[in-house]
């Protein structure tokens, strides 16, 4: 095995959660008085944290107050509908578990929420198989900036070149290239258009892949050229 330590993102590589993040955007866009706007350009602003989601969201015309009280109540209407439509990607508990059996290491580094990820993970029944579970409110930075992934190896003991980031965007991709850490792009996510533009070490189509990758065969993968 290559790899002692896999990180991953949450949204878009482990759950699929754009059905209720849009949900949760247009109730907080209705709550402003605005009318909805399409799920598709809401799933291209998600990745940088629930601030700039919903700034985004809410467009260049809404002052910094209506971003402000748009934060608010979007977290108020995420936290009670954060797993009406929410699910594991197919393989992923799976995959998780074989990880852990064959003596992988796991831990979550995401641009969402800390409260609102590890509710999920927990609510998900994963929090086990997790060492450790980091947020983009957890540091003064979020991804792309290593420090989340640099604190892991740190937290971890854990050498940069035994540790895979995987993730389903180009914020990822840039993260472990930021640390120093080899990186699996996912294209079932919610923006794996980015990584045409920063291409990870590693495609993977479906979790299997990912799977593939880590423990069996790396040809199994694509690896851009």
């Known amino acids: 095995m290559r790899f002692d330590l896999l990180i991953f993102d949450l949204d878009g590589t482990l759950i699929?959660?754009?059905?209720?993040?849009?949900?949760?955007?247009?109730?907080?866009?209705?709550?402003?008085?605005?009318?909805?706007?399409?799920h598709e350009a809401i799933y291209s602003y998600v990745g940088n944290g629930a601030?700039?989601?919903i700034r985004s969201s809410l467009g260049p015309s809404a002052t910094e107050r209506q971003a402000e009280e748009g934060l608010l109540y979007?977290?108020?209407?995420?936290?009670?509908?954060?797993?009406?439509?929410?699910?594991?990607?197919?393989g992923v508990r799976e995959g998780l578990d074989r990880f852990v059996q064959t003596g992988s290491r796991l831990a979550?580094?995401?641009?969402?929420?800390?409260?609102?990820?590890?509710?999920?993970?927990?609510?998900?029944?994963?929090?086990?198989?997790f060492e450790r579970v980091y947020g983009g409110n957890s540091f003064d930075t979020k991804k792309p900036d290593s420090y989340g992934l640099e604190?892991?190896?740190?937290?971890?003991?854990?050498?940069k070149e035994r540790a895979l980031m995987v993730g389903d965007s180009s914020v990822d991709v840039l993260t472990a290239k930021n640390a120093g850490v080899a990186s699996c792009g996912v294209t079932y996510g919610l923006r794996p258009e980015t990584l045409e533009e920063h291409?990870?070490?590693?495609?993977?189509?479906?979790?299997?892949?990912?799977?593939?990758?880590?423990?069996?065969?790396?040809?199994?993968?694509?690896?851009?050229?």
Do not use: W
């Open 199 to 225: 291409p990870p070490d590693i495609l993977a189509h479906c979790f299997d892949d990912v799977v593939a990758a880590v423990l069996e065969a790396p040809a199994v993968a694509q690896t851009p050229t």
């Open 51 to 53: 601030p700039r989601l």
């Open 74 to 90: 979007f977290y108020q209407y995420y936290r009670d509908h954060m797993l009406d439509n929410t699910y594991l990607y197919p």
């Open 16 to 38: 699929d959660s754009k059905l209720d993040l849009a949900l949760a955007v247009n109730a907080t866009r209705a709550n402003a008085g605005m009318e909805p706007i399409p």
């Open 108 to 129: 979550v580094l995401t641009n969402k929420p800390v409260r609102f990820s590890g509710e999920i993970i927990d609510r998900l029944d994963l929090s086990p198989l």
């Open 151 to 159: 604190l892991l190896l740190t937290e971890l003991d854990v050498p």
